[in-house]
């Protein structure tokens, strides 16, 4: 079975600096998608950024980018010039080489509470 | 484009009571999943229909169970209501058959069982 490990429990960061959340995953699948969401309080999950694995340029999305190492498992979350806005709980989550079909649940890490601080 | 509408947002009930929640997706998804949140379990996936049909499940008990109707909308229900089934419900609704469609959120409904 797939798992996914957000090894940080809580960080903190300086607004306007940078900050990288990490995220390891277990997987015996070669094609698959993966995933960070943001939830603040508001509760409602937001998606920042996703990554096909297939693609070995890591994906960027205005101040969010990725560093994806496949043969490494690895999913890090690099947010760039922090904001106020960023705090909320982050959340990497994978879908396996059936997502969107007949096994298309995602699964998802405990999180990462990022606070940033003014 | 409206987003995901879960409600109630709050609900309050006690052990052995039953509860319907409701979900209705963004127009134009077909998929809709739900998910438990809870601070020890994190996010765990419950089912997932597409056209009318539950088409994955999750590891959860009988007392758990879905429906998607016509128009796509969506509502769950937990019967005998146990003190560990308080929890944030998370509705989320996809493009399904796009196979790189991420999942959109709702707020959630917040249930507490007393």
């Known amino acids: 079975a797939q798992t996914v490990t957000q090894s940080q429990p809580e960080m903190s960061v300086q607004e306007a600096e940078t900050v990288t959340l990490s995220c390891t995953y277990d997987t015996s699948e070669n094609n698959y998608y993966l995933f960070w969401y943001k939830q603040p309080p508001s509760r409602q999950m937001i998606l920042v950024i996703r990554?096909?694995?297939?693609?070995?340029q890591n994906a960027t999305e205005n101040r969010f980018s990725v560093n994806f190492q496949k043969a490494a498992k690895s999913f890090s979350l690099k947010i760039s010039d922090s904001q106020l806005g960023d705090t909320a709980m982050y959340f990497c989550a994978f879908g396996g080489q059936n997502y969107g079909g007949s096994q298309g649940n995602l699964i998802f890490g405990k999180g990462t509470k990022l606070s940033v601080k003014p | 484009k409206a987003g995901v509408t879960q409600t109630p947002r709050y609900l309050i009930k006690t052990r052995g009571q039953q509860v319907t929640l409701s979900c209705s997706p963004i127009s134009g998804h077909r998929s809709v999943s739900w998910y438990q949140q809870t601070p020890g379990q994190g996010l765990q996936f419950l089912f997932e229909?597409?056209?009318?049909?539950?088409?994955n499940k999750g590891n959860f008990p009988g007392r758990f169970s879905g429906r998607q109707f016509s128009n796509s909308r969506s509502e769950m229900n937990v019967s005998t209501l146990e003190l560990g089934d308080s929890a944030l419900y998370l509705c989320?609704?996809?493009?399904?058959?796009?196979?790189?469609?991420?999942?959109?959120f709702g707020n959630g409904t917040r249930l507490t069982v007393t």
């Open positions: 990554q096909e694995a297939y693609k070995q």
């Open positions: 989320a609704s996809s493009l399904a058959g796009s196979r790189f469609s991420p999942l959109h």
């Open positions: 229909y597409f056209s009318e049909t539950q088409r």
